[in-house]
């Protein structure tokens, strides 16, 4: 079996144990005879899927009971339309803007309506997380929107902004289940699943039921968290396949120890990657130190030649995907949940490697 450590932010590796669980399973699901792919979303063969894979999700991150896990389509950017056409009830939000996502958020959700950039590290090229307090947010906003972890420019918060009793929406999308997080803290989570959690074609809503219902009267049905709630995500057909693999994502999670030991594990390969960036003078790393990204990490050469031949040659290397976003450049190594240790192990020796055979 020729596997490659994928860096790719997304859609990206998924666990093997989890691959091969689905490969099991592809032909004939339990005793059906058929692919969970063929299935009817009606049927009782799929209604476990979908149930165990809401309970397994609802263990891992903890989620309180007053909260709706909603399994949705159209990725994180219909999120960008669906949180003010859900949440505004007088017209405001405010907006933290931390990189590329929640800028896309911010201009998607003034078509809504009066919508405030509260906060915004632009001005440092995203290469640090704006700090923001209580007094940064307007009295009367619905909602604040942030993006937890910017996976373009490889920041994170490292702390949950304090938005006093103004619901918090956070794009999750490239640090959901990657470490414990206190749901509580929230009004809205929402992710698109390729990073961290199934193949594509999935977007997971945590919402506080206090805020369904209040959808303004245009909003699609197919936009509308109330409905979908409702409708137990099964409005019309849900992305059946990524759902099932979610499932089998969550319990490989839960089987290893849950998010403690997956942080634990993050963490250790997050740290192999920064501590070698910072104990050289080859690489550098952009991202200011307290806002560096555990799952996206960004790095440049500083020359531009070299920096587009990094990629190449990591790939001969089966170290995939290394180009930085085009609109950064330079280089990104997604470590998501699935990347395992010896891929970054790997990815560290090839740095020294190339360092030492191009000299600047
Ligand atoms: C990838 C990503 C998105 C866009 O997700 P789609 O599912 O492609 O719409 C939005 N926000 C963040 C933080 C992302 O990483």
Redesign the pocket.
Known sequence: MNRVYNFS??PSMLPLEVLESAKADLLAYGDTGMSVMEMSHRSAAFEPIIANAEASFRKLMNIPDNYKVLFLQ?????QFAAVPLNLMKTGKADYILSGQ?STKAYKEAQKYGDVAAAASSKEENFSRVPSVTRDTFRADADYVHM?F???IYGTKFGYIPDTGDIPLVA????CIISEPVDVSKFGVIYA?A??NMAP?GL?VVIVREDLLGNARPETPAMLDYKLMADNDSMYNTPPCWPIYVAGLVFDWILSIGGLEEMKRRNEKKAALLYDYLDSQDYYVAPVAKDSRSMMNVTFITGVEELDKKFPKEAEKAGLMNLKGHRSVGGMRASIYNAMPYEGVEALVTFMKDFAEKNPK
């Open positions: 932010a997304g159209g990725g994180a950017s219909t996502f993006c972890n910017n996976t794009d999750m999308s490239s698109g390729q990073k594509a977007t």
